[in-house]
């Protein structure tokens, strides 16, 4: 019997979504992604649906509220039913009743002058009486934590704020269905507990469900009821419960680029070393007690190279104790990068306050804070994206507030938060040979050097794609490309692994550091405080428009009175093994790269 049969002893409700054998082809292309899908969602479920990046996540998502095929042409097979009605002979405007949307990119659906009217467009156009639209509107504002910001323009929320903002238009439209693609993207780790806690509430009377696209499984693991893979070819891979997907088949996802829990990746480390550790921990929480409860394998040694200190150092520096807040002494005489007395208004707002900050040459920094910190507008003054005031931002010997355009994206590559922003050309081909060609080399060379970008990058096969029809993974790696096709000297990127699988985050993070040992001077700005810890020699950490503190990544990771103060969370593996007694040797590991794994024949780790 079908799981929505009308048996009366099966008391399973009558699925909100059912996705049956669904495949999409977007015009243009020659293999379907997804491919064939299949499966149910009922009221009151949480499911998480991963895969690969390519592999039909977010165009699935399209086709659930009608969008695909009535506004994205695409082909469809396979049938698509939500609340019982049929997408492909509904109105989008009807769907909206039934199914809610949050995009990848929150700029994409809004569209008005303050929060509150924003919040309210939805409700409005469904004709409902202005006392109910205004009670919507208030409860989704206050959930998402912006009603205090009600009469503000969108325009000035941070990129964070623009996504809560975008959830809250989705809740107040009261549909039975929820679809939210990476919701917490942008969003700074407080935030992002904010979120599920409101999304917690609201399924929690039972009559809602929520589909889920994320990458940040350490957050969401806790929410969701069940998962749905994709694979590669974006065909069903699993369909079952947390325990039974994420726990019982992680190293097959592992292989597969999906993004586990970092509590997942690490236990699946120590297995290797040789640490039973079943069943496999998903949360730092569960991790710390199986390795209470476990001894150490016999003969294991621990390497512990790059880990945390035993107590903060004094390289971790507020600027107001110093006259400059840049690197120590011992960096290099001449930085590469020099920031003095940058202030920056969006508005009527000053976002930055005499910002003083010094990057050396061939440093790898991560600047991180709190949605609103400032992090963002920072970055796009130093790499002239916004011109800063002259004099106030130096770049390889030229005043990035003075300098012409050419000048400037000569000596630093921008990689911008949402990768449509920047793309030009109408094939991804044309997007990266444009770099070359205004370099003025021979078509010859201008062929063979795009030619092995794509490779690198895994989109040869899109090579004659439109950019605009790439997954998001894949629109962030093309980003990537065409920023280093220039080769500045430097590369500022903002939320570098936004929209990546595991496999791809791995592989970008990797040539970036490869780029990095080659003398390229990275700048990244991300929420993932994991990423920072396994990469960045440097950290900077911003509040509400101020360098707070800057010093070695280890340093500034030790002290937790400092990540409290920032209102940034401590990365997952940091929280996991931080005060573990029985092995006191994992207590000080902070990357997943220092976690003992396989051992040698002489019992050490290797």
């Not at 990129?159 to 917490?184: F, K, W, Y």
């Not at 407080?190 to 809602?208: N, T």
Request: charged share 25%; hydrophobic share 45%; net charge negative.
């Amino acid at each position: 019997m079908s799981k929505g049969a009308a048996d009366p002893a099966d008391r399973r409700p009558v699925p909100i979504l059912q996705v049956r054998e669904v495949g999409i082809t977007h015009d243009g292309e020659s293999t379907p992604a997804p491919a064939s899908v299949s499966f149910e969602i009922s009221p009151g479920e949480v499911v998480l649906l991963l895969g690969p990046s390519g592999s039909g996540k977010s165009t699935l998502t399209l086709a659930l509220n009608g969008l695909i095929p009535h506004a994205v042409p695409a082909e469809v097979t396979g049938t698509v039913l939500v609340d019982g009605v049929d997408t492909a002979d509904t109105a989008v405007a009807e769907l909206s009743t039934r199914v809610a949307m949050v995009f990848q990119d929150p700029d994409a659906q809004l569209v008005t002058g303050t929060l509150l009217d924003e919040v309210a467009f939805g409700p409005e156009n469904l004709r409902m009486p202005v006392a109910e639209v205004l009670a919507r509107a208030e409860t989704a504002l206050r959930r998402v934590g912006l009603w205090e910001r009600r009469s503000e323009n969108p325009d000035r929320l941070s990129g964070g704020g623009r996504q809560r903002l975008a959830i809250a238009c989705a809740l107040a439209m009261g549909s039975p269905l929820l679809v939210l693609d990476e919701p917490t993207a942008n969003l700074d780790p407080r935030g992002i507990e904010e979120v599920y806690a409101a999304l917690a509430e609201l399924v929690a009377a039972g009559d809602r469900a929520i589909l889920l696209v994320e990458h940040n499984l350490d957050a969401a693991v806790g929410f969701v009821d069940r998962v749905v893979v994709l694979d590669h070819a974006g065909r069903l891979a699993a369909d079952g419960t947390v325990d039974d997907v994420l726990r019982v088949r992680a190293d097959e996802l592992h292989a597969m680029g999906v993004w586990l829990p970092v509590s997942a990746i690490a236990a699946l480390r120590l297995r290797q070393a040789g640490f039973v550790l079943d069943p496999l921990p998903l949360t730092p929480d569960e991790l710390r007690a199986a390795l209470e409860s476990e001894p150490a394998p016999l003969g294991a040694a621990i390497r512990t190279t790059g880990s945390l200190p035993d107590a903060p150092l004094s390289t971790v520096r507020n600027p107001s104790d110093s006259e400059n807040s840049g690197p120590t002494s011992e960096r290099a005489p001449t930085p590469l990068i020099t920031v003095r007395g940058l202030t920056l208004r969006r508005g009527r707002s000053e976002v930055l306050h005499a910002i003083d900050l010094d990057v050396a040459r061939g440093e790898f920094v991560a600047i991180v804070g709190a949605n609103g910190a400032g992090k963002t507008s920072l970055i796009q003054a130093m790499a002239g994206v916004v011109p800063p005031p002259r004099g106030t931002v130096h770049v390889d010997g030229i005043d990035i507030g003075r300098a012409d355009a050419r000048s400037v994206t000569s000596r630093i590559g921008f990689v911008f938060q949402n990768p449509e922003h920047q793309f030009i050309a109408h094939t991804v081909f044309d997007e990266i040979a444009h770099g070359l060609r205004q370099r003025h080399l021979s078509d010859d060379e201008v062929r063979a050097r795009t030619e092995v970008l794509l490779e690198r990058f895994g989109l040869a096969d899109k090579a004659g794609s439109h950019p605009f029809l790439l997954s998001g993974g894949q629109k962030r790696r093309l980003s990537v490309g065409t920023a280093l096709v220039a080769g500045a000297p430097v590369l500022v990127l903002d939320e570098p692994t936004f929209g990546q699988d595991r496999a791809r985050a791995d592989e970008l993070l990797g040539l970036l550091s490869e780029l990095n040992d080659e003398g390229t001077t990275i700048i990244v700005v991300t929420h993932d405080m994991q990423l920072v810890t396994e990469y960045a020699d440097r950290t900077v950490v911003l509040s509400d428009g101020r360098v707070l503190a800057t010093g070695d990544t280890r340093d500034v990771f030790a002290d937790d009175d400092l990540i409290e103060r920032a209102g940034l969370r401590l990365p997952p593996l940091r929280r996991a093994l931080r005060g573990v007694q029985r092995h006191p040797e994992l207590a000080r590991v902070a990357r997943l790269a220092d976690l003992p794994t396989a051992r040698d024949t002489t019992g050490g780790a290797r």
